[in-house]
């Protein structure tokens, strides 16, 4: 009887979590988060912008600060750092992979959701041989999404990394 009323609890805690979103927004809710690994990683620019709302936000926080190092707030803003960094890797021939694993996504309102996800980006440099990964960040990312006439898209995104 206690494993019965114990799976009982458990379901009942997955769906007050899930929040009442559809399974069809969940899923593409996973879409969207593992899109976000696939295109910056292949540098698809457009692509990667494309899965942000016009007034998105990206912030980054390193060591538990409680204020964010960098704030990208504006498409141009968002063009100029992400397009910066995916031409800074192409040209020191340096691939990324961000690992995004254990998402949590809850309805926070119509139309909009809440999430987390942990993360872990690495870099190889592809041009060295027997080149070893290089753990660069591990932590969580903490999102907002917004249901357009497109489709989810990311309406803030907190990357809290580990480290300092």
Known sequence: ???????????NAVAAEAGNLSEKDRQEIIVLIHNYSYMFDS??????LDLFSQDATWKAFFGGS??????????????????????LY????????????NPMIYRAGPGLADGTAMFLVTHQYCEEPESTAIL?????????????????KFGSIEAHADHK
Request: hydrophobic share 40%; charged share 20%; with cysteine.
């Open 1 to 11: 009887a206690a494993l019965v009323l114990l799976a009982g609890l458990s379901c």
């Open 43 to 48: 540098r698809n620019l457009d692509s990667f």
């Open 66 to 87: 409680p204020a964010p190092e960098m704030v990208l707030d504006s498409p141009v803003e968002f063009r100029q750092v992400f397009g910066n960094q995916m031409r």
């Open 90 to 101: 192409a040209a020191d021939g340096i691939q990324s992979r961000h690992f995004i694993t």
């Open 136 to 152: 660069l960040h591990t932590g969580e990312y903490r999102y907002q999404f917004v249901k357009t006439r497109s489709g989810w």
